[in-house]
């Protein structure tokens, strides 16, 4: 394994790209970060005060030999001219998600990383998140059984926030801020499944330009539906995971994991209806307690420090790329068929990426 410290320089000193370097590049000496650029000169002086280098320009940046990988962490409608500038330059590029405004982008971004023999990611973070690990691992052990519905959910209260993502020609709305991560990780939990139909609404609850929020429904094969919603005018909190298999149920309720695994242990023969507003019920009576046992969320040990690491791996040929041209171009391309199915009102069922 190589030990050579690979030189980084971060394109957009703005909210993530300074987390980039505060959370993560400091902490892993496998990394040095040679500076970073920023149009706005008083996001480059903060750099210097944090006693980081600025470049002069873009091109100043790009023509720094020490660095091997640009990490651009500008708005989203920037992401393609940086991108392509850095592989032509020779450099390997982790891209900030949404990796592009549109499959042909992304397409044109595949295509330069693959003239160029470098790598392009990108920082699909959330696939090591703590929740999404444990319902994998749940589902993979088969913890809950055969599993038929999955909701994955994610809430806000205030809107978009205020600054670019408020704005489509800047690739603002929440499809594209969260729904790339919820996407992701659906495309990661159904596997091999086949993705037969999906149908989406989109949320204009505050009134903007762009989508605040949106619901999609994913039917793929082996009988799984899987809903991802995001709201921004939200005031009372759904879980963040709600699973469900022939034999358990799982709930995860916020960032803290907080939840539990519900499995059945034996049939519930005795269950009596119930009453159940103006009737009664047997079928939705709850469960005795001696027919489930309480089981806690599996151990995860999860850090996305390791997709730096595996991005440096496979700059370095020593491992495969986690975040691969393949899924980013399904994601994409799902993203559109989302705006699609809502702009129809329409169930989409073919898929580029599946042929
Ligand atoms: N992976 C995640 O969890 C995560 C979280 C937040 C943001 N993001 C993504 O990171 C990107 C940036 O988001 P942010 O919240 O940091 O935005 P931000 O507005 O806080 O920062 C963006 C920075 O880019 C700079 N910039 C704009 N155009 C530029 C250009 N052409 N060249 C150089 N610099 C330029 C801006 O001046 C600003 O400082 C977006 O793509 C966003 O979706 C990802």
Redesign the pocket.
């Known amino acids: 394994m190589s030990t050579k410290v690979m030189g980084v320089g971060i ?9 980039h370097h505060k959370k993560w590049l400091k902490t892993l000496p496998q990394f040095k970060l040679c500076g970073v ?4 000169p008083e ?1 480059l002086e903060i750099a210097e005060q944090e006693g980081i280098h600025a470049y002069k320009s ?1 091109a100043d940046l790009l023509a720094d030999k020490e660095i091997e990988l640009v990490i ?5 409608d ?2 393609l ?2 991108a392509i500038n850095a592989m032509n330059a020779g450099k390997h590029v982790v ?4 990796v592009a405004m549109s499959l042909d982008e992304l397409k044109e971004m595949i295509a330069c990383s693959r003239k160029n023999k470098v790598i392009f990611t990108v ?4 696939r090591w998140d703590k929740d999404f690990r444990m319902v994998k691992t749940a589902i993979e052990n088969g913890y809950l059984g055969k599993v038929y519905n999955i909701e994955s959910r994610v809430y806000g209260s205030r809107g978009i ?1 205020g ?3 408020k704005y489509k020609a800047h ?1 603002g709305g929440m499809v ?2 969260w729904g ?2 919820l996407i992701d990780q659906a495309i990661i939990i159904a596997g091999n499944r086949k993705l037969l139909s999906l149908y989406t609404t989109l949320d204009y609850a505050h009134g903007g330009e762009c989508d605040d929020g949106f619901s999609v429904c994913f039917k793929f094969e082996d009988d799984l539906t899987y809903l991802c919603e995001v709201r921004t005018n939200n005031y009372i909190q759904m879980p963040r995971w709600y699973v469900a298999g022939k034999d358990g149920t799982l709930v995860i309720k916020d960032w803290s994991c907080d939840g539990e695994i519900v499995r059945k242990v034996k049939e519930d023969a005795e269950a009596k209806p119930i009453a159940a507003s103006s009737g009664m019920t047997k079928t939705m009576a709850p469960r005795t307690e001696a027919t489930i046992e309480h089981l806690p969320l599996p151990d995860v040990d999860v850090t996305v420090a390791d997709f730096f690491l595996n991005v440096r791996a496979a700059i370095r040929g020593e491992e495969k790329q986690n975040i691969t041209a393949e899924q980013l171009l399904a994601s994409t391309e799902i993203m559109e068929a989302m705006f699609r199915s809502a702009e129809t009102n329409s169930v989409i069922t073919e898929f580029e990426f599946q042929k």
């Open positions: 394109i957009g000193y703005g909210g993530i790209g300074s987390l650029w920023d149009i706005k996001r873009e651009i962490a500008t708005p989203n920037v992401h001219p940086i891209c900030e998600k949404p920082d699909q973070n959330r926030p600054d670019w993502r690739g594209l801020d790339v991560h």
